[in-house]
């Protein structure tokens, strides 16, 4: 059963892709919920085939297996081949899982949309693309799906492309991360200057031989380009606000659970690469610090219920790169894993809230919902309190696991710890504000807003991906390291970051890092229980610190006059100051200058291209005795 | 075999002109069907096409013998798949030409003309047949640009003629020469490519040579900075030219500087590496700005083939296994994604007749197909993974790393200008609420949607499935590399050597 299943393993491709196909050519006829039945059907069905095919892998006995598809690229060592090893299996199944979930959710949220089946062909693309990236056995299949699910993410963000803001977001997010995929290109260069090839398999294992350390660190910073584009770090982070633009379950699905992390996979994929480098790791720990910090600032600041989430999903992501970064890689993918859970609860939660409000989502319009809405109250309440870091729900025990490890590995680090403690302080504070706000206080709605709870197709999921959140931080605690044995394979030959060790350290640490975050929780509790003219006071009171934080530092501006405008300034004067009045004024000048000789040496001919030819059939003539006398 | 292949056109063409001008309504259909035949032919040879070195299905009968020119044709894995792709692009740009409507005949002859002038440059082994083949498509190019254009045609047409003959006077010259010393050094005159690719000569003659034929060819890439007949061609030609013109006109220029350059001239090609890859990555990313704000939707396209041919010179001489076979492939795949540009900008056209970006907008509501379509042809120009274009401009820039490391680097900026150019251009063409003509804009037909149908099935099946044409490319490529090294002290870089280098770094 188990071989078999490994056998069929590109069926966990191949079935998201057909039900994109199917629906694509004749799903669109069909009545409404057939299109999302099929389409969660698919990704169900690839998520049992995962899970029977990861089998070995939970019983401690599955060894990675290569599987070639078919030649791709062969003069670069590419083929379509798929690794299954527990860390493509572990995202296999996070993908699947949490992707069926919203697909189910979506049958609900996407009723009555008259793209409705459309909206099904791209989230199974999506599906299929983003197994594609996880189940690459090389960078250039890797890459393959990096860029797919940055199309699907380009045509779900613009799925409503008649609105201009949508169409701009959509364009936004794929150009950014192109800059991105500059870095990927020039470090698969490198790989394959270095190596030869471009197959995991020839690459990871002779990285220490190959490799020197300056190489290794130009790789490195070039993949954390890669990552920063399609993880939305700094600098490249922008798009993902504005990619907020699509329908909220994609926001769930592709921009918090699976396609953002990708960056964070590629770099625990390359351990052996980092490995070589202390410069590439310090920097992408750095880099997800800042980014940690920068995000959950903006976070404070935001009144669009899916903007918090947002760049608290940017800031997330941070708290996973600190993590890979400093080479705890289990502690960066559990993360992943627990964030994908919580993260989707919060976006699917927002959704419904989004769904029930009638499309509104200014979280000052809201408040006092969890009395109409109880289920998605309650379940975003779970969500909010594991992201904040209360045992013993998912988050705490995998943001313990980073600040564990940071604190562990001192130095600079230790800072980077001090950094997230702060970061976990005030995302506690941003996501209890946006919870008050939401569901407690007195309602602030208009009078035809007629809030009421999401239809069980909706809500189901957010139960599922609530037990989730509660349970699944129980896969790696200190009393039992489940998730550390289960991918200890994947990183066999890399050495890997673990937090302090002993009962006295891990009560310390969590006991500060639960402070920082109940301190959080407390004071957002404390300040936006009130009535809004208070809590708009306090805020005011933050001022004008308040203000950049709302405006997200005016970074779009920042970049608007600092690359944009120029570029296009550049572009503009290239096109109409260079190419046509230089270039092609010089070359139509030399034919002036021609036209001028044919003239004047006119004495039998007539026609202007006949005085071409016979100058050029002239000058011919010229050059041909002239070899012929002196080069032969 | 050839030979038929070559002829087929004319008789195409005969055949077409044989029917009264008066029955107007036959010649179009009467030419697609026709000129199904050549197609057959030429998927019939890459089916029987050997995946070895060398030429293949050779043809070599003397014409004029007093000066060794011959009828001498022959196909290998660089040809061979620019054969298919000029067989296959001629009845889709013949079944796109609705439009015309004035002498219609003419027109159809013409582009059957230009087809058989096409496909014996791509097969001809003897230069002056090459040559021959080289000028008989000039001149049907140029009627069709200048009758069927539009506004500026004869403006555009004749810029195009005096540029290409140019070039071709240059290239004349030198073919002449190396015929003239062939016969100096062994007492008789040839122009077979097999006889002049061993000439001995001096290194000053070499050189000069060189320099003359990558003029010729550089105009018909067009590598910069000979590039600007091309936007004001492709912006007057009618669908049916600019398809051509783009899918197989341009690729005669890189084809030729692999096909000549190289074999012909292999320590002059060696020496001019950077400046021919320097010239190739200007192209890259200058074109890519350029096409940024051009105004006109044609216009746009045609600056991105300035960019796009770009990365194909710079395969070209990079001189590595991976960045040849990237070079030739992606020969094919501009030819499919940019001539399927073209056939939609020409459908668009029809139907508004405007180009302008601005008149344009919010077509994916009223014309979801088109729309689809266009999307698709855009990513796979922009160079996804899993279509056509990828393929060969990864080959090329990681293939072109290891020997000319900067110049891949600046031409995998040109892959962020690609998305900012075509996906702009969509936004403002397809995204947002349609308003007045846009808002009643017809969908595709089913001729239309007939016409694209294999361009889109070929884009994906070389994007997912290259080694159909690799398989049949790489011999051919590692004749020429190996060549190269054989004359020359030029040496394939292994991996792993050159990275040292230039990243210092303790071991």
């Not at chain 1, 409000?357 to 979280?363: A, H, L, W």
């Not at chain 1, 931080?473 to 200190?478: A, L």
């Not at chain 2, 890189?254 to 890859?277: E, K």
Request: hydrophobic content about 55%; charged content about 10%; aromatic content about 12%.
């Amino acid at each position: 059963m188990t071989d078999l299943a490994i056998d069929l393993l590109w069926l966990v491709i191949l079935l998201p892709l057909a039900g994109a196909l199917f629906l694509h050519f004749v799903g669109q006829r069909l009545p409404e919920p057939m299109a999302g039945l099929l389409a969660s059907a698919a990704i169900g069905l690839s998520f049992l085939v995962g899970l029977v095919g990861a089998f070995p892998f939970f019983q401690g006995d599955g060894e990675a297996t290569t599987i070639l598809l078919w030649s791709w690229m062969p003069a670069i060592g590419a083929n379509l081949e798929l690794l299954w090893d527990p860390l493509s299996a572990l995202m296999t199944l996070i993908v699947t899982g949490v992707g069926f979930l919203i697909h189910v959710f979506a049958i609900g949220y996407m009723h009555g949309d008259e793209r409705f089946g459309r909206f099904f062909v791209n989230l199974n693309l999506f599906a299929a693309s983003m197994l594609t990236l996880v189940l690459a056995g090389n960078y250039a299949m890797l890459f393959l799906g990096w860029e797919l699910v940055g199309l699907c993410s380009y045509l779900l963000i613009g799925f409503w492309f008649t609105r201009d803001s949508a169409a701009g977001a959509a364009k936004k997010a794929f150009v950014v991360n192109r800059i991105g995929d500059f870095g990927m290109m020039v470090a698969l260069m490198l790989v394959f200057a270095a190596f030869g090839t471009l197959s995991y398999a020839g690459i990871f294992d002779r990285a220490g031989e190959v490799l020197t350390t300056g190489v290794a660190t130009a790789i490195g910073l070039l993949f954390l380009l890669a990552a920063a584009g399609k993880s939305a770090q700094i600098p490249l982070y922008v798009w993902l606000p504005d990619a907020m633009e699509g329908p909220t379950p994609v926001s769930a699905l592709i921009h918090a659970a699976t396609m953002v992390t990708a960056g964070v996979y590629l770099v625990a994929r390359s351990a052996a690469i980092f490995e070589l480098s202390p410069t590439a790791q310090v920097t992408v720990a750095t880099i997800g610090a800042a980014t940690a910090l920068w995000a959950a600032s903006i976070a404070i600041a935001q009144y669009d219920i899916k903007k918090v989430l947002a760049y608290s999903t940017i800031s997330q992501l941070g708290y996973m790169f600190m993590a890979v970064g400093a080479t705890a890689y289990v502690a960066g993918i559990f993360h992943l894993m627990t964030h994908a859970f919580f993260k989707a609860l919060l976006f699917l939660g927002a959704g419904s809230v989004i769904h029930a409000m009638s499309d509104e989502q200014d979280m000052r319009k809201m408040g006092g919902l969890l009395s109409k809405m109880p289920v998605t109250g309650v379940t975003m309440g779970i969500a909010t309190l594991a992201i904040a870091g209360v045992p013993p729900l998912a988050g705490f025990w995998s943001k313990d696991e980073i600040l564990g490890s940071l604190f562990a590995r001192g130095g600079w680090y230790g800072v980077l710890w001090v950094v997230g403690l702060l970061t976990a302080a005030m995302t506690a504070f941003y996501m209890t504000r946006q919870w008050v706000m939401v569901f407690w206080g007195e309602p602030r709605w208009s009078e035809d807003a007629h809030p009421h709870e999401s239809p069980g197709m909706m809500t189901l999921p957010l139960i599922a991906l609530a037990a989730l959140t509660v349970v699944g931080g129980f896969v790696n605690t200190p009393f039992r390291f489940t998730l550390e044995h289960f991918l200890e394979p994947v990183f066999e030959g890399v050495s890997m970051q673990h937090p302090p060790e002993g009962w006295g350290m891990f009560a310390l640490m969590a006991g500060i890092s639960v402070f920082a975050g109940l301190v959080g929780l407390a004071a957002a509790g404390l300040a936006y229980r009130r009535p809004m003219e208070d809590w708009a006071e306090f805020e005011q009171g933050l001022q004008p610190v308040w203000g950049w934080w709302e405006q997200a530092y005016r970074v779009d501006d920042f970049y608007n006059v600092t690359v944009v405008q120029p570029g296009k300034k550049a572009a503009e004067a290239a096109a109409f100051s260079v190419d046509l009045p230089v270039i092609d004024g010089a070359v139509n000048g030399v034919g002036r200058l021609a036209r001028g000789i044919g003239e004047r040496v006119r004495v039998l001919q007539t026609g202007q291209v006949r005085n071409y030819a016979a100058l050029l059939f002239a000058g011919a003539i010229a050059l041909v005795v002239w070899l012929a006398v002196t080069g032969a | 075999m050839l030979t038929a292949l070559v002829l087929m056109p004319v008789v195409a063409a005969l055949v077409v002109l044989a029917v009264p001008r008066k029955r107007h309504e036959i010649h179009l259909p009467l030419g697609v069907v026709l000129s199904l035949a050549p197609l057959g032919l030429a998927a019939y040879l890459f089916w029987q096409f050997e995946p070895v070195a060398g030429m293949q299905f050779v043809v070599d009968v003397p014409w004029y013998e007093p000066w060794g020119i011959g009828w001498r044709l022959g196909m290998d894995g660089i040809s061979m798949p620019m054969v298919v792709l000029t067989a296959l692009l001629v009845p889709i740009a013949l079944g796109a030409s609705t439009a015309i409507t004035k002498r219609t005949r003419e027109f159809v002859v013409l582009t059957l003309l230009l087809e058989a002038g096409m496909l014996g440059a791509f097969v001809a082994t003897d230069l002056f047949l090459f040559f021959v083949f080289f000028e008989a498509m000039l001149i049907p190019m140029y009627f069709i640009i200048g009758v069927w254009g539009s506004d500026r045609r004869i403006y555009a047409a004749f810029k195009f003629f005096v540029y290409t003959f140019f070039g071709s006077a240059l290239m004349l010259a030198s073919i002449i020469a190396m015929a003239v010393i062939h016969s100096s050094q062994t007492g008789a005159a040839s122009f077979a490519l097999s006889d002049l690719a061993n000439l001995d000569l001096t290194m000053g003659a070499e050189r000069l040579l060189f320099a003359a034929f990558a003029i010729a060819f550089a105009v018909k890439v067009p590598i910069f900075p000979l590039h600007t007949w091309l936007p004001d061609a492709h912006t007057e030609a009618p669908t049916a030219g600019s398809v051509l013109l783009a899918g197989v006109l341009l690729k005669l220029g890189t084809y030729g500087l692999m096909r000549f350059n190289l074999t012909l001239f292999p320590q002059a090609s060696v020496d001019a590496v950077w400046i021919m890859g320097a010239l190739a990555v200007i192209g890259v990313i200058y074109g890519a700005v350029v096409a940024i704000v051009q105004p006109d939707l044609k216009r746009l396209v045609a600056y991105s083939s300035v960019s796009h041919l770009g990365f194909i010179v710079l395969g070209i001489f990079a001189l590595t296994s991976a960045s040849l076979q990237g070079a030739v492939i992606q020969n094919v795949n501009h030819g499919l994604t940019t001539g399927a540009l073209f056939l939609l900008v020409g459908m668009i056209y029809d139907r508004r007749h405007t180009k302008a970006i601005a008149e344009l907008g919010g077509l994916q509501k009223s014309g979801p197909m088109l729309a689809g379509f266009f999307l698709f042809m855009t990513f796979a120009s922009i160079g996804l993974p899993g279509l056509n274009g990828f393929v060969g401009e990864f080959l090329v820039v990681i293939g072109s790393f290891p020997t000319l490391p900067s110049l891949a680097v600046l031409a995998a900026i040109g892959v962020i200008l690609a998305a900012v150019y075509l996906l702009w251009a969509y936004q403002r063409v397809f995204h947002g609420i349609p308003e007045g003509e846009n808002a009643t804009f017809p969908d595709l037909t089913p001729r239309e949607i007939a016409l694209l149908a294999p361009l889109v099935a070929l884009v994906l099946l070389i994007g997912l499935y290259p080694n159909i044409l690799l398989d049949r490319i790489a011999p051919s490529t590692e004749a020429v590399l190996d060549q190269v090294q054989a004359v020359t002290d030029y040496e394939v870089p292994y991996p792993g050597r050159l990275v040292d280098v230039f990243i210092p770094g303790e071991g």
